[in-house]
């Protein structure tokens, strides 16, 4: 069972209390937007056979999104952090790259 | 290789099997093959085969990482029907189950083809109206289904409850040639076929990269070294997104776990396959006799094949209720597969920005009772540049909303 800590309540939550939204971080473009950005937006995916940043809803729980970095592979988990942000803090990095010899983050 | 046949039997009989011969061959790969399909499941072997049958393409390599059918052909759990909505859909899996009818006789392999019948409940009202609706365009698309009554669905499978408690069985669809074959056999003939026609099926040999000169491919790298094509397919189900990486494009797709298991064997209480949406179960009795059950899929992406426990737990607490006599089985084995979703739920068969690169995948949750119309209509895209089973399919259509929208009438169950 995976378990992730929400960064709002400091809970460790179950996956049970967890709602998945998916891969994180996505750009939704303005009106002007091409098709291509668009397609995108809604349906590209890296869907990455290792490190991927995700969003989760504390469902059951304070009913937040947060986000989480974790391997799909080894399902490791890196860390938790709030929805606030458009791309993963600093310390999520650091976690990774202690982690995961050679990753770096792809566009 | 020989023809298996009852006289073939009789004459090995003779002479202690010592005359049977390995039923595929183990070639190392060639420098050059004219079309390299990744991934040896049911579909990659499929196209293979029909791109030497119908196409007279047979300098033709599979190229597997792990061993044949090792992949979610040899994972699920077998269902095969052809009742879906929308017209693009009911061609390609009409087509397929069309072929399983004789595939055992065209492959000279049994695949244990049973056509014994497939039950989709409705337990709500709003399934009722869904799946009427789907018996009315399967009338004009020419598969045969028929939404029956609860009285009937007693009659066709009697160990199950119809009258709830929480979702009391108001309905079915039924489709009375749809049912279940082999998985493993499936792979193991069209393998066979395969090497039979001079073709290479070379297994534990991994893509590692893919290799283009101005944007066209003209071959691969693996783990048993470099291999040179004219045309590439790209059949690794779960796996898609990072081998369409090597190609430098990216899919609209994600890979999550699909968990599936099976009962200990008891003796035969259910001769038709149900499957049940609303409450996301679906099982059938085996030869063997004991009972599959297919549950759902993780809402992550995941690529461990191993899915979570609470899963299992959710569908055989539906599956119980439906059917309470299965409450006293001991389950002896569970697994999980990884599945290729896409954004509209439907299948990918598609050329690709790569010239002379394919893609076949997207079948997720559902794509065993497609391998052989898939396989035919990907082998005349690949052989051709185009196929009207596979028009529909293309990755365009996510940028063109062309949807082919099959999550309604499909669910996530198959
Ligand atoms: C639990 C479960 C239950 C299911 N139940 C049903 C059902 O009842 N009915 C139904 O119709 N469908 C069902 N399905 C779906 C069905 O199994 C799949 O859609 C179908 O088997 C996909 O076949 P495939 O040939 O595309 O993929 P696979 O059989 O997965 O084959 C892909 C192959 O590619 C290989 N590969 C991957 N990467 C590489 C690489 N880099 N180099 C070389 N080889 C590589 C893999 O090892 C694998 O063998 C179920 C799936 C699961 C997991
Ligand atoms: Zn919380």
Redesign the interface.
């Known amino acids: 069972m995976l378990i992730l800590s929400c960064p709002y309540c400091g809970v460790a939550c179950d996956e049970t209390e967890l709602q998945p939204g998916g891969e994180a971080h996505l750009t939704r473009f303005g009106p002007d937007a091409s098709d291509a950005d668009f397609e995108g937006y809604l349906f590209r995916r890296k869907n990455p056979r290792g490190v991927h940043f995700e969003r989760w809803r504390h469902a059951y729980g304070c009913g937040k999104w947060f986000h989480a970095a974790r391997h799909t592979v080894t399902l490791e988990v890196f860390g938790t952090y709030p929805a606030q942000v458009t791309e993963p803090p600093p310390d999520i990095l650091d976690a990774i790259a202690a982690k995961v010899p050679g990753w770096e983050p792809s566009s | 290789m020989g023809r298996y046949s009852v006289f073939a039997i009789a004459r090995e009989a003779f002479r202690d099997h010592s005359g049977w011969t390995r039923a595929w061959g183990n070639p190392a790969p060639k420098k050059r093959y004219d079309a390299i399909i990744i991934g040896a499941g049911g579909h990659g072997l499929a196209t293979a085969y029909y791109l030497g049958k119908n196409h007279g393409l047979k300098n033709v390599a599979i190229l597997e990482k792990g061993w044949l059918g090792g992949g979610n052909t040899g994972r699920n759990t077998t269902i095969i029907r052809s009742n879906y909505l929308q017209d693009p859909s009911a061609a390609i899996y009409e087509k397929a189950r069309g072929l399983y009818e004789d595939l055992s006789q065209e492959l000279n392999y049994n695949v244990m083809f049973s056509p014994r019948g497939v039950l989709m409940l409705a337990q709500t009202e709003h399934e009722i109206r869904g799946y009427k609706r789907t018996a009315y365009a399967n009338a004009l698309q020419g598969v045969s289904t028929e939404f029956v009554g609860p009285k009937r669905v007693k009659e066709l499978c009697p160990i199950m409850e119809i009258r709830g408690p929480r979702y009391p069985v108001l309905g079915a669809l039924w489709q009375p040639r749809g049912g279940t074959a082999r998985h493993d056999a499936v792979a193991w003939g069209y393998a066979r076929k395969c090497s039979e026609m001079g073709m290479d099926v070379i297994q534990q040999c991994e893509v590692t990269g893919v290799r283009t000169e101005r944007g066209k491919v003209v071959g691969v790298s693996t783990t048993k070294g470099d291999i040179e094509c004219a045309k590439l397919g790209i059949v690794v189900a779960g ?1 898609s ?2 081998v369409a ?1 090597m190609a430098g494009f ?6 999550v776990a699909l968990q599936a298991l099976v009962s200990e064997p008891v003796k035969p209480c259910m001769d038709v396959v149900v499957m049940a949406n609303t409450v996301h179960g679906y099982m059938s009795q085996s030869d063997k006799g004991e009972m599959v059950i297919g549950g759902g899929t ?7 094949q191993r899915g ?3 899963h299992i737990e959710e569908t055989v607490r539906a599956l119980c209720e439906t059917f309470p006599m299965i409450s006293r089985l001991k389950m002896l084995r569970q697994w999980g597969g990884i599945v290729d979703i896409t ?1 509209d739920r439907s299948p990918i068969l598609s050329k690709t920005p790569v010239e002379g690169v394919f893609i076949n995948c997207g079948w997720g949750t559902g794509g065993f009772k497609a391998i052989p119309g898939s396989g035919w209509g990907f082998a005349e895209l690949m052989a051709k540049g185009e196929s009207p089973l596979t028009a529909e399919f293309g990755l365009d259509r ?3 909303g062309r949807f082919i929208d099959e999550s309604v009438a499909a669910g996530v169950a198959h």
């Open positions: 796996h997104g990072h990486d990216r899919l609209p797709i994600d890979s993780d809402g992550f992406n995941n690529y461990t979570s426990f609470h954004g996510f940028r063109e």
